[in-house]
């Protein structure tokens, strides 16, 4: 079976290096002999062992009726969409490492797929290595799913953990994981929590069979993170980290990027450095914890081949996937309730402004922290937004008591 | 699609009532309506909800073609064996959460359903709800895997936690465990590994994709593990787990169950209380792990009912699962090198037997406690039986340096 891949970049040279140095297991899983015929990039690549299959216009991928299944691993949206498009209308399968192409356009290539009994896989796109939407799709089929919690982004776990384990400020260790090459020189997609949103949508969906689209989920980065934050979590025995969630609440399906403080019972607490975690909730099942590699090139081209493992073993069937284009309205945040860690100028009327509280031991000069109990979003941005001094506030999610 | 149920014991009535409970979500995800038909047992049960549905007869099952799906929740190999055959070969499939039949017979199982274009399914027979061998079939199809590890026994697992976390002794936990229905009155399989034993023969047979015999699996339980050793691990921040093991060492496939001190580096260190955990290595993926409730009613109904969707889902269609009877040979273990805790009794020659140690920090009287270099189980066993003092040994994992 002839392979195609486009953009020979990281995870497409990596899905390449997997295909070719476990060859002979992958062709005993898939049932059949799986070869790389065409990669498609704008550069050359001189000297290296693949050259001969470079190529530069896509139409000759498109036209070789011999290539059954195409990788893209190119990223973005565009060209990527009208590439993936014409593969499947073409009768290719197409398996893809892009989680921005399936956020916005997976319902949709999900019922071009469908149509064409060809398939369009994604488990890449979310979690790099960890098995997660294959098993969302076929594993959890008997649960109703109530919540899922991730660490979706491997560059501010690395980061949070860091500044946890060293006690550094944000900007350092910042600089330093950009000198380490572990976050980009543009680090707004990853700090700004923009990639674990795309993550939360993609698992989102597939949970509820519903489009859920990522510009609808609230989204808080780590930016406002501080050492002293950071000081107070240990102190307590917590730890913060930022999740992608949605969760079903009374009023509905919220979903929201944030930062958490979790507790040493949460499953997602032994999830440090470059690795995601992802915390899963059935009605029947209970709780559930996948965890592995997030990104890098082997983990990530592991995801993308079994992928192509899977369509080759379903040539001329689709895979069943729940996810159809109507739209799953989210329940609006503003009626989330949250226990929260909050920081205070010292003067600040607490009692006033959130009745009991859990007052912490200080860990800074001139402040004051404290646990709250539940209080809903509205609620706190009301007091926020009418009250002078407040220095940072974390929800909590504890899964202990 | 009518589906009947063999045993209506725990998990038996726990896939009826995740049926019912979910029925709704379970059909959309099946693609077609999924009905209990005939719940098969010995005995009545007079005033349940399911009460017309009890017959007592296999062959009432066997014999009605419009049953398309047997769910297997007896347990033990006979009946279920000739039960599980006669349904395959009459072109039912059939969903087991039976782990002793899939260890002893799954192979052949498999390959009658391949025969008859149907399905031999068994998520629920290692790791309960746990999704793992899906992943292991379906999700890391481009790796060749290096390393299995696996908390697959809840009832262990429960009770190595209470002894770290309460300082007691094995016989007081057990005893605990079994007031509370933790643990059976008659505790062997699980406190001598047995269990994880045919766990880890399952596993290891679909990494690797042949017969793998529990018979030859090396298999030592937790009777032996003291207060004493639970102390010393705590002090050094490390945690004791029975495992069941596999690994792809330079001799060949080695695999056993033994107890294992583990670093906190090792993700399966914060696997606490009932919970289970597998650990994967892949050759490309790198490590990965697996979490939630390996036993229970509900999770392990579950996952027997995630297996009848897809059962469902590929009517006429089977599966492909690699697994032939052609026997996987096993290395011997006696070349397996392993860093060790040992405690001996004072004035034992340490040196002269297990040259340079670390020697611990003492934390009962008359005795001293070392970590050794690596030494082979044959070094080890020829030094033990040699020498009179030695008090007791496990076996380290460390992932950290």
Redesign the interface.
């Known amino acids: 079976m002839n392979v195609a891949v486009l953009g020979y970049g990281t995870v497409g040279s990596g899905v390449v290096e997997?295909l070719t140095?476990?060859q002979d297991?992958?062709d005993?899983?898939?049932?059949k002999e799986i070869r790389v015929k065409y990669i498609l990039d704008l550069r050359d690549f001189p000297g290296d062992p693949h050259e001969d299959k470079i190529v530069h216009d896509f139409k000759v991928i498109l036209e070789d009726d011999s290539v059954k299944v195409v990788v893209e691993t190119m990223g973005g949206v565009h060209p990527a969409y009208e590439f993936v498009k014409d593969c499947l209308q073409r009768g290719k399968s197409v398996c893809t490492s892009n989680k921005e192409l399936v956020a916005v356009h997976g319902a949709e290539l999900l019922s071009i797929a469908r149509e064409k009994r060809v398939n369009f896989l994604f488990?890449a796109s979310v979690g790099g290595?960890?098995?997660i939407i294959?098993?969302l799709n076929?594993?959890?089929?008997?649960?109703?799913i109530l919540e899922i919690s991730g660490i979706l982004n491997g560059t501010t776990n690395y980061i949070l953990t860091k500044m946890t384990e060293e006690g550094l400020d944000f900007d350092t260790v910042l600089k330093d994981a950009q000198e380490k090459g572990y976050a980009e020189r543009n680090p707004e997609a990853d700090v700004e929590g923009y990639d674990a949103c795309r993550k939360i949508a993609i698992l989102t969906s597939l949970a509820h069979?519903k489009q859920v689209d990522y510009e609808d989920i609230y989204t808080e980065g780590i930016t406002k993170i501080t050492d002293i934050d950071i000081k107070y979590a240990k102190a307590m025995g917590t730890s913060i980290k930022i999740f992608g969630m949605s969760r079903v609440t009374e009023d509905g399906v919220i979903a929201m990027v944030a930062p958490f403080m979790i507790d040493k019972a949460h499953?997602l607490?032994?999830v440090n450095d470059v690795f995601n975690g992802i915390f899963v909730k059935?009605?029947?099942?209970?709780?559930?914890?996948?965890?592995?590699?997030g990104a890098?090139k082997?983990?990530t081209?592991?995801?993308?081949?079994?992928d192509?493992?899977?369509a080759a073993?379903h040539e001329g069937?689709t895979i069943?996937t729940?996810w159809s284009q109507e739209k799953l309205k989210l329940a609006p945040i503003d009626g989330a309730k949250f226990r929260r860690f909050v920081r205070v100028r010292d003067g600040f009327n607490i009692a006033g402004k959130f009745g009991n509280v859990t007052v912490l031991e200080p860990q800074a000069e001139g402040e004051k922290a404290f646990i709250t109990r539940p209080v809903s979003e509205a609620d706190y941005k009301k007091t926020a937004e009418e009250t002078d001094g407040i220095l940072s506030m974390i929800r909590l999610d504890f899964k202990g008591q």
């Open positions: 997997v140095e476990n297991s992958i005993v899983k898939a049932g488990e290595g960890i098995p294959r098993p076929q594993s959890l089929t008997a649960d109703k069979g499953p607490f032994p059935g009605n029947m099942l209970g709780d559930a914890m996948f965890y592995g590699r890098g082997l983990p081209a592991s995801a993308v081949v079994a192509v493992v899977d073993k069937t069943m729940i």
